[in-house]
């Protein structure tokens, strides 16, 4: 018998399949279960000219932005809910540092479904008037074989790369998905399922026999995933839902920062430059605080 | 019960009843009514709080059958079991609300280009005379002097959704301006033909509710207009805090709540105060 093969491997194994310049895609939502771990080390690895396209993007956007890591983003809404507009990132894009492409947030979710069909536009006909698309180049006009009416052709996401954080996966790469779940878990999947290269990092690598019990919740099955790192509090300071809350303090930590560049500075030095990796940050955050973030889903 | 001493109905309607009241009115039985999840003082109440208290209200009334989607997943949430407003859209709160039904990935439950969604709730920075608004950036959007969240879901509520309630917070000349500095939802630039022309058939905004008044439309001539003001000092300084022009001149005063309408508002809908405030208090906008 020949043993499958394991994905296991690092967030640095991760990281070098994020050259500079890739077009990532980040799972997550808003401020909701971001693969931070995996954002953090792409930092301390200097990593410069990246494009996320994303759907509704958060702090993950805004931590890189403020790095310096971006070149140019792709999405429908950059903003940290209820701690506000994304301070670096609004710096940036004020400086004129990063390019920013605006998609409506349906057609956000769509240029996904184009990837996972592996079509070459996703049709729309209601964005005559905006300027979204008066100011997309990447949109074009077409007149539909059909009913004869003038569309819009809208691009694919196509990343090249998708990361994003999970509760459970096995060594093979088979990722497990809560049972009851939201709208941002969804939005992972299909983000996955329109990519050759996806990473996900996991709270816990669990035993195949228990993926097995649970299989119907098995949304990315192993041949979808090339690499799967195990990161617990790997979304930290966003939440994983059934499994820890947002660290509300270290969020208005975070946003009072950066309030100016010389906080973001310090900011960025005590929890990503100076915590040698993902370990050293969770230790640096402290066994205390993180305990007070745990979620009991179920009893 | 302790509560003798509380007597909900007492008080004249505030501000934020009065425009949930004129709200509900104005739905249809059988509709579906869509609603953000917004945080943070005025911007929460009318972007989020108004619209659930009306819709509910509208249920309680005359619309039974009306669907409150909550945040575009939560299908018809029990309000009433909720002691403080959610302030986050996808944690364990509102995934453990009861409600009708839960949208877990998309595309979901509701089809979104199929019109399945009868009306909407939005805001934004800027609004303009022709109804479009604005949530991407102040100045030029290729270097703009502030930079904002970015469209979100406005190109949908303004086009797919069968009308829309423009909620603003705040009614200042800066929110209120001739022109959009950019277009991420649109109105009636030259009026409905002008609509057809861009390929819309469907949708629009309806109304513009603010702190002094209720906006409407000449959706013919694309062109906003008063429909009511709140109070005789609305009148008095609307022109002076709205960036356009406008005549308040004989424009109605939004009418105020029925005695009913209210008392079901307090007692039924908001018995705990948890959507417009506590009764008798006006809320800060």
Same mark, same amino acid.
């Given at each position: 018998?020949?043993?499958?093969?394991s994905?296991?491997?690092?967030?640095?194994?991760?990281?070098?399949?994020?050259?500079?310049?890739?077009?990532?895609?980040?799972?997550?939502?808003?401020?909701?279960?971001h693969?931070?771990?995996?954002v953090?080390?792409?930092i301390?690895a200097?990593?410069?000219?990246?494009?996320?396209?994303?759907?509704?993007?958060?702090?993950?956007?805004?931590?890189l932005?403020?790095?310096?890591?971006?070149?140019?983003?792709?999405?429908?809404?950059?903003?940290?809910?209820?701690?506000?507009?994304?301070?670096?990132?609004?710096?940036?894009?004020?400086?004129g540092?990063?390019?920013?492409?605006?998609?409506p947030?349906?057609?956000?979710?769509?240029?996904?479904?184009?990837?996972?069909?592996?079509?070459?536009?996703?049709?729309?006909?209601?964005?005559?008037?905006?300027?979204?698309?008066?100011?997309?180049?990447?949109?074009?006009?077409?007149?539909c074989?059909?009913?004869?009416?003038?569309?819009?052709?809208?691009?694919p996401?196509?990343?090249e790369v998708?990361?994003?954080h999970?509760?459970?996966?096995?060594?093979?790469?088979?990722?497990?998905?809560?049972?009851?779940?939201?709208?941002?878990?969804?939005?992972?999947v299909?983000?996955?399922?329109?990519?050759?290269?996806?990473i996900?990092?996991?709270?816990?690598?669990v035993?195949?026999?228990?993926?097995?019990?649970?299989a119907?919740?098995?949304?990315i099955?192993?041949?979808?995933?090339?690499?799967?790192?195990?990161?617990?509090?790997?979304?930290?300071?966003?939440?994983v839902?059934?499994r820890?809350?947002?660290?509300d303090?270290?969020?208005?930590?975070y946003?009072?920062?950066?309030?100016?560049?010389?906080?973001?500075?310090?900011y960025?030095?005590r929890?990503?430059?100076?915590?040698?990796?993902?370990a050293?940050?969770?230790?640096?955050?402290?066994?205390?605080?993180?305990g007070?973030?745990?979620e009991?889903?179920?009893? | 019960?302790?509560?003798?001493?509380?007597?909900?109905?007492?008080?004249?309607?505030?501000?934020?009843?009065?425009?949930?009241?004129?709200?509900?009115?104005?739905?249809?039985?059988?509709?579906?009514?869509?609603?953000?999840?917004?945080?943070?003082?005025?911007?929460a109440?009318?972007?989020?709080?108004?619209?659930?208290?009306?819709?509910?209200?509208?249920?309680?009334m005359?619309?039974?059958?009306?669907?409150?989607?909550?945040a575009?997943? #939560?299908?018809?949430?029990?309000?009433q079991s909720?002691?403080?407003?959610?302030?986050?859209?996808?944690?364990?709160?509102?995934?453990d609300?009861?409600?009708?039904?839960?949208?877990?990935?998309?595309?979901?439950?509701?089809?979104i280009?199929r019109?399945d969604?009868?009306?909407? %709730?939005?805001?934004?920075?800027?609004?303009?005379?022709?109804?479009?608004?604005?949530?991407?950036?102040?100045?030029d959007?290729a270097r703009p002097?502030?930079?904002?969240?970015?469209?979100i879901l406005?190109?949908?509520?303004?086009?797919? %959704?069968?009308?829309?309630?423009?909620?603003?917070?705040?009614?200042?000349?800066?929110?209120?301006?001739?022109r959009?500095?950019?277009?991420?939802? =649109?109105?009636?630039?030259?009026?409905?033909?002008?609509?057809?022309?861009?390929?819309?058939?469907?949708?629009?905004?309806?109304?513009?509710v603010?702190?002094?008044?209720?906006?409407? %439309?000449d959706k013919?001539?694309?062109?906003?207009?008063?429909?009511?003001?709140?109070?005789?000092?609305d009148?008095?300084?609307?022109?002076?805090?709205?960036?356009?022009d406008?005549? #308040?001149?004989?424009?109605?005063?939004t009418a105020?709540?029925?005695?009913?309408?209210?008392?079901?508002?307090?007692?039924?809908?908001?018995?705990k105060? =948890?959507?417009?405030?506590?009764?008798?208090?006006?809320?800060?906008?």
């Open positions: 018998m020949t043993p499958s093969t994905k296991v491997g690092s967030i640095a194994d991760a990281v070098s399949l994020i050259p500079d310049g890739t077009r990532l895609a980040i799972g997550g939502f808003a401020i909701y279960q693969p931070m771990a995996v953090r080390a792409l301390r200097g990593r410069r000219d990246l494009t996320v396209v994303g759907t509704v993007s958060g702090n993950e956007v805004d931590l932005a403020g790095a310096g890591c971006l070149k140019r983003v792709e999405t429908s809404y950059v903003g940290l809910e209820k701690y506000g507009l994304a301070p670096n990132f609004r710096r940036a894009v004020e400086e540092r990063i390019e920013v492409v605006d998609y947030e349906v057609l956000s979710f769509d240029r996904f479904r184009a990837s996972q069909e592996n079509l070459t536009f996703w049709p729309c006909d209601y964005l005559g008037g905006t300027d979204v698309l008066a100011r997309n180049p990447d949109i074009r006009i077409f007149t074989p059909i009913t004869g009416r003038s569309l819009q052709a809208v691009p996401a196509d990343p998708v990361v994003l999970a509760i459970a996966a096995d060594e093979r790469g088979n990722v497990i998905l809560p049972r009851r779940h939201l709208l941002p878990q969804g939005l992972d299909i983000m996955a399922r329109g990519c050759d290269t996806v996900v990092t996991v709270e816990k690598i035993p195949r026999a228990l993926v097995r019990r649970h119907e919740q098995v949304q099955p192993a041949y979808k995933t090339k690499l799967v790192v195990e990161a617990p509090w790997g979304a930290h300071p966003t939440a839902l059934g820890y809350a947002t660290d303090a270290h969020f208005r930590d946003v009072a920062a950066s309030a100016s560049p010389e906080g973001f500075a310090a960025l030095d929890y990503v430059h100076a915590p040698a990796d993902h050293a940050y969770l230790e640096r955050i402290g066994a205390e605080r993180l007070t973030l745990t009991l889903d179920t009893l | 019960m302790s509560e003798s001493h509380h007597t909900p109905s007492a008080g004249a309607p505030t501000l934020a009843e009065t425009i949930a009241v004129t709200l509900a009115r104005s739905f249809s039985d059988g509709e579906v009514g869509f609603t953000g999840l917004v945080t943070g003082g005025a911007a109440l009318f972007g989020t709080s108004i619209p659930l208290a009306a819709m509910a209200l509208a249920q309680a005359h619309a039974p059958n009306l669907t409150i989607l909550l575009g997943w #939560s299908h018809n949430p029990d309000l909720l002691s403080v407003m959610p302030d986050s859209e996808f944690d364990a709160v509102l995934r609300l009861p409600c009708d039904a839960q949208m877990m990935t998309y595309p979901g439950p509701w089809s280009r019109g969604i009868d009306f909407g %709730f939005s805001s934004g920075v800027q609004v303009d005379v022709a109804g479009n608004i604005n949530s991407v950036c102040i100045g959007p002097k502030v930079r904002l969240v970015g469209p406005q190109p949908e509520h303004m086009t797919l %959704f069968g009308r829309e309630y423009v909620m603003m917070p705040h009614h200042a000349r800066r929110n209120f301006v001739e959009v500095d950019y277009v991420s939802g =649109v109105g009636y630039p030259g009026g409905l033909e002008g609509r057809r022309r861009l390929g819309l058939h469907h949708g629009g905004p309806e109304w513009v603010t702190p002094k008044c209720i906006f409407d %439309f013919e001539n694309g062109r906003i207009r008063l429909k009511s003001v709140h109070s005789e000092a009148r008095q300084d609307i022109a002076a805090h709205t960036g356009f406008i005549d #308040s001149a004989g424009v109605p005063q105020a709540p029925t005695p009913e309408e209210l008392d079901l508002l307090r007692r039924h809908v908001d018995a105060g =948890v959507l417009l405030g506590r009764h008798g208090s006006r809320p800060a906008v």
